[in-house]
């Protein structure tokens, strides 16, 4: 999950890349009526672009258009030159998804929409979604979920006559998942993931990387987090009372100026032991926990 490839991608999709532009802009048509703008975004590595979803077929909705360089928030106006940008949907406030939305909405005219969490990170939301709000995009309808976790105001949209769903941050293709706290919070996260699997999607059309088998993926993740809470659990019963430490123990190869951020990830799964009272943090020592 860290690297380029990904084992749960979804091959039996037919992708057919249809231009490179400008500044490395790079269309992709997925299925009828869905294909994306791969561009390059200021994302947590390993991952260098974000997929800017292109829903409908003359008149789009376009999610999480996150380019920050103005020449390549220039270069997504120009590659949707030839269709009608009939709305903006971010599917939460982080600048890899939302960075390029203000430009286009002003190339276009088209409103910026959000969930209403979205709204105090990014106040330039025009209208707001809550979950089970309709979307009606041509002669289709993707319904709207509000999935957080790894960010208060996240959604996805899923198109249930096919089970596609625009997974934003859900889940990845390529890269990794960062729940950070505060606003990251395990539990949330993974009764998102379980909300998604309730759901049958088929096909998630995540932020970073390739169209994923949604059903082996959001497994995975789910036995990826519980595995990596075991693991936490594990360093507190050995000793070991900081993130820090445990990310040095848990990520033995990831270089040591990417171990706070690992440590930071792990404090996710600190809170889920504390909440399941398996563990506390230590009151006069900072960043210091015990097990219970």
Request: aromatic share 4%.
């Amino acid at each position: 999950r860290r690297g380029n490839r990904c084992g749960n991608c979804l091959h039996g999709v037919a992708v057919r890349v249809t231009d490179i532009g400008a500044r490395g802009v790079i269309h992709e048509s997925i299925t009828p009526g869905i294909s994306r703008l791969v561009v390059p975004t200021d994302t947590l590595p390993p991952a260098t672009s974000t997929n800017a979803w292109l829903l409908g077929r003359e008149a789009l909705t376009v999610v999480d258009p996150g380019a920050s360089d103005p020449a390549v928030q220039e270069a997504v106006v120009k590659a949707l030159s030839t269709f009608t940008v009939a709305r903006i949907v971010l599917t939460h406030h982080h600048p890899d998804h939302t960075s390029g939305a203000q430009h286009l909405s002003q190339a276009t005219g088209a409103p910026i929409a959000g969930h209403p969490d979205t709204r105090g990170f990014f106040p330039g939301l025009d209208t707001t979604l809550e979950d089970g709000d309709t979307l009606t995009v041509g002669t289709e309808q993707w319904q709207v979920l509000h999935t957080p976790g790894h960010a208060h105001g996240h959604i996805c949209l899923l198109r249930q006559t096919d089970g596609y769903a625009v997974v934003g941050d859900l889940l990845a293709g390529e890269g990794t998942i960062l729940i950070a706290p505060p606003e990251g919070h395990l539990a949330t996260y993974l009764h998102s993931l379980r909300r998604l699997q309730r759901r049958q999607v088929v096909h998630a059309l995540p932020a970073h990387g390739p169209v994923l088998d949604a059903q082996s993926a959001l497994e995975m993740y789910l036995t990826h987090r519980h595995a990596r809470t075991a693991q936490v659990n594990a360093c507190l019963a050995g000793g070991l009372a900081t993130p820090l430490a445990m990310a040095a123990q848990i990520y033995p190869h990831l270089p040591a100026p990417f171990r706070p951020v690992a440590a930071h990830q792990l404090r996710a799964h600190l809170t889920w032991l504390i909440e399941h009272q398996t563990a506390y943090r230590m009151p006069d020592a900072a960043d210091h926990f015990g097990p219970l």
